[in-house]
C-alpha cells in the first residue's frame, strides 16, 4: 500500500509540473483578449539612438535591412553595423551604406551575444540613451524605431517591438504553417496577455530597445543558444524587466528551406529547454526571495516548454496515467494529466481563433500531431546530451 502511495504521489507531482505550463499559457491567451492598456506618456524629446546589427555571413539581405534603418534615422543617430567572424562581403556592404562598421573576428567565441558585447563596446566612448538591437534580415516598419526607443527611453525599462516572421507569398505546406502559427502565439499572444496584464516580457533578440543604464547593468558576452532570452532575465533580475511594445514590429522572412527551418528550430528550442534548466529555478527563487511578482510572471512564462514538446510530453503523461488507474484505481494523476491537456487545447484554439485562422485552415490545425512526431528526433537529441553548435539559419 505504502508503495502504491508512493507512485501516486510522485505522478500527481509530475501531473501538476505539465499543468502549470498549460495554465500559464491559457492565462496569457485569455489575457489577450483584454483591452490594450494605455501607454506610459513620452517626454517629446526625441533620445540619442545607435542602432546595432549584429551580422554574420549577411550579404545577402543586409543592404535592404540598413536602408530601412536609414530612412528612420535623425540627425545624430548611429547605424553599427557588427561584421562578426564573416567570410563574405558584409563588411564591405555596410560601409558602402555610410554604416559604421566593427569587425570582429574570434572564431573561437561564436555567437550574437559577443556580437553585442562588441557592438557596445564600439559604442563607449559616445553612449547614447538607448541601443536598438535589430538583426540583419530584420525589417522596422514606418515609426517603430523612435516609437520604441522613445518609450524605452521614457519608462527606463528594455522594450520589445513585436516580432512577426513572415510565410513566404503564395502555397506553403501544411508544416510551414504551423510553424508560423506557433511563432504567433510565442511572440505575439502570450506577450499581449503580460502586457495586458502590466507583467513583463521576454526579449526577443529583434527589435528590442536598451537603455544605457540597463545595457551597463549585464554582461552582454554570452555564448548561449538563447542569448536574448538569457539577457531579458539577467536584466529583470538587475531590476529592468522588458515591456512589450506592440506599437512598433519588426518583421523577418520565415525560412522555407527545410534546412534553414530545420537548423533554426534546433538552436531555439534547445536553447529554450537549456535556459530552462540553468536559469528558472534560480529566477522563481528570487521572485519568491523578492516578492516580485513581475519576475515570478517572467519566470513561469520562461518555463513554459516549447509547445510541441508540451504537447507531447502531456500525452505520454496521460497515457500512463490511464494505464495507471486501470491497474490501481487511482485516477487523480489521469485528471490532473487530461486537465493539462484540455488547457493547452483551449489555448492553442482560442490563440487560433485570433491570429492563425487566416493563415491557418482548422484542417491543417488537425495536422500537429504530424508536426509533433517530426520532432521528436530534435528532443531526444536535446536529453541525450547532444551539443546543438551557434550557426546561422541558412538564407533562402
Known sequence: MAVLDVATAVL???GIVLLLPSLVVLAET???????P???????VRPRLAVLVPAHDEA???AETLRGVQAQLAAGDRLVVVADNCTDATADIAASLGAEVAVRNDPERRGKGYALAFGVRHLVDAPPDVVVVLDADCRLDPGSLETVAARAHATGRPVQAAYEMLLPHGAVSPGLAIAGFAFKVKNGVRPSGLARLGLPCQLMGTGMALPWAAIEKVDLASGELAEDLVLGLDLARAGFPAAFGPEARVTSPHPASTEGQTSQRARWEAGHLTTIRRHVPGLLLDALRRRDVGLLALGLDVAVPPLALHVLLLTVFVAVTLFFAGLTGAVAPFLIGVGGLAS?????LLAWWRVGKDNLSLRELAGVPAYILAKIPLYCDVFKGKTVPWLRSKRD
Do not use: D, K
Request: charged share 5%.
Open 30 to 36: 485569455l489575457a489577450s483578449l483584454l483591452p490594450e
Open 344 to 348: 493547452l487545447l483551449a489555448a492553442v
Open 60 to 62: 545577402l539581405m543586409i
Open 38 to 44: 494605455s501607454q506610459p506618456a513620452t517626454t517629446g
Open 12 to 14: 500527481v507531482a509530475g
